[in-house]
Each structure stands twice: as C-alpha cells, then as structure tokens.
C-alpha cells in the first residue's frame, strides 16, 4: 500500500523558518520524482519544488526561490522541504507527490499558517 505522510507544519511567524517532511512508503522511493505542491485558499495549487531521484537536481517555483530548500533521503525514503524566509502569502496546505512516467501519489497534506 502507497503511502505518503507528510509532517512538519504548523504556525510559524513571518521571518520564520520550518522544516516539512514526507514519509514513502509502499513503493521504489528511490526510483521516483518527489515534488512539493502548496494550495493557499481561493487558489490552485501550485508546484513549489522538484527533486530528481537521485537528488541530484532541483527547481524550484520562482516564487520560493533562493528561501525554499528540497532534498531527499533515499536510504530513509523521505524527502523534505527547509523553507526560510517565511511569509504570510506562503501560507497553504502543502503536499507531498511523487511523480515517476504517467503515474503519481499523493500525500494528505500539511498545514503551514505564517501570521504574527
């Protein structure tokens, strides 16, 4: 069974930082693209960060460019999001996805609310 839990969110002040997780379960982490997607509400959701699956390649939206960071452990199937800098129109559900040819998972995600 596919699983994908994310952890991690919370209130955090503007300026702040917070550190999302995504535990894999279920299938090959290893073999797959993880992305980070974020839906604030009233709006679609938007792709924030991609890693390749072997780690060695990012992107990342301009919007959290150069204040978000993705990265992956495949040894621990987990990948993560650092994110610094935090403001308040970063606030939004933030989802876990892993992406490999037609298929993809998703997790349930969490909630990162940035209010003083």
């Known amino acids: 069974q596919v699983q994908l839990v994310e952890s991690g969110g919370g209130l955090v002040q503007p300026g702040g930082s917070l550190r999302l997780s995504c535990a894999a379960s279920?299938?090959?982490?290893s073999s797959w693209t993880m992305r980070w997607y974020r839906q604030a509400p009233r709006k679609e959701r938007e792709l924030v960060a991609s890693v390749t699956s072997t780690g060695r390649s990012t992107n990342y939206s301009d919007s959290v460019k150069g204040r978000f960071t993705i990265s992956r452990d495949n040894v621990k199937n987990t990948a993560y999001l650092q994110m610094n800098s935090l403001a308040p129109e970063d606030t939004a559900v933030y989802y876990c996805n892993a992406f490999r040819g037609l298929y993809e998972y998703w997790g349930q995600g969490t909630q990162v609310t940035v209010s003083s």
């Open positions: 279920g299938f090959t982490f």
